[in-house]
């Protein structure tokens, strides 16, 4: 199931009343945008995904459309300036909204390591941008913006919005993999996002599958990630066929009869199963979603990656699990942060009351 053209699920709005934007002017026209039909007169979050080589971001809709969206390079302005790109990506996004007499009514961010999500600040394992480690991002972006900013693991965010809005909309339970440079997790349980005691929680990128296995970038040792994020697939088919490949071309040459990158995919099948069959017996969810560069790869061998699934899950468990490989398309992580608004705005509120 692709999450293309969503069907919105009814989501709680942010509008607070907290702008640093002009209220929308009443009248004809209003929130009409470059696209026809913006959000009219209701307010509209920014959603932030913070990437090794690229920080994504969007202005979106109530909705889930994204009516706006902007990049560039994270390190743009030079290495550590990470967070001068996000600022000036925030101005062009409030920018873009006064242009379509659209408020903002906060700010979500999601960023590639383990967050405090209730204060907002960024954690010490930060992969990809280690300038934003410890930064208090909600704290400071907010007093500059002047409306509500939240930041959460990149995958959870990423896991938020499909279930806002995507493959996982309804679930009362879900587990997102994201399977691209590196492998990260987000757990929906029960209608609530886990986090965890200290933000470790979804992290199963690093649930070891194999006690034998090679040491992993976490310290640890025999990884799920060592196996099958794309960086770890294109290392182990260069060892083995001799000469550098990314991910996408182990694939392509095993699809065409290469017996060499067809054993690496193999490879990654079961060691797929594995871990997705620690999710299935562990949390029996709802829905589990692949997502990610090697998803897409994925796609066409769907067939193996459930037999080998099938090979170590519980069959009555597995039955009750439905797992979609999805395609996602570049505003998917936008939403993320977007997503990631309105679950805080809701959850705040209700635990205030
Ligand atoms: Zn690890």
Known sequence: MESEAPSPRPSPQGGEGVSGNPRPRRGRGQGEGARGEGARGEGVTIGVDVGGTTVAAGLVAADGRVLEHQQAPTHARGPGTALETIGDLLEQLCEQARARNVTVTGVGIGVPGIVDAERGTVGVDIHYAPELARAPLAAMLGARLGVPVYVDNDVNALALAEWTWG??????????????????????????LHRGQSGFGGELGHVPIDFHGPPCICGGRGCLKAYVSGTDIGLRGGERLGRPVGAPEVFRLAA???????????????????????IVNGLNPERVLLAGSVAKSLRPIEARVRAA???????EALCTTHL??????????????????????????????
């Open 324 to 353: 979609d490989i999805l395609t996602l398309d570049k505003d998917a992580t936008v939403r993320g942060g977007a997503a990631l608004v309105h679950y805080e705005t809701q959850r705040r509120r209700t635990t205030r009351s």
């Open 256 to 278: 065409a009869g290469d017996a060499v990158a067809d054993a690496v995919v193999d490879e990654v099948c079961a060691a797929l199963g594995a871990g997705l069959a620690i």
């Open 309 to 315: 699934l099938a090979r170590y899950a519980f069959a």
């Open 167 to 192: 493959a996982g909309r309804g679930a009362r339970s879900l587990v997102m993999l994201a399977l691209g440079t590196g492998l990260g997790g987000g757990i929906i349980l029960d209608g609530r």
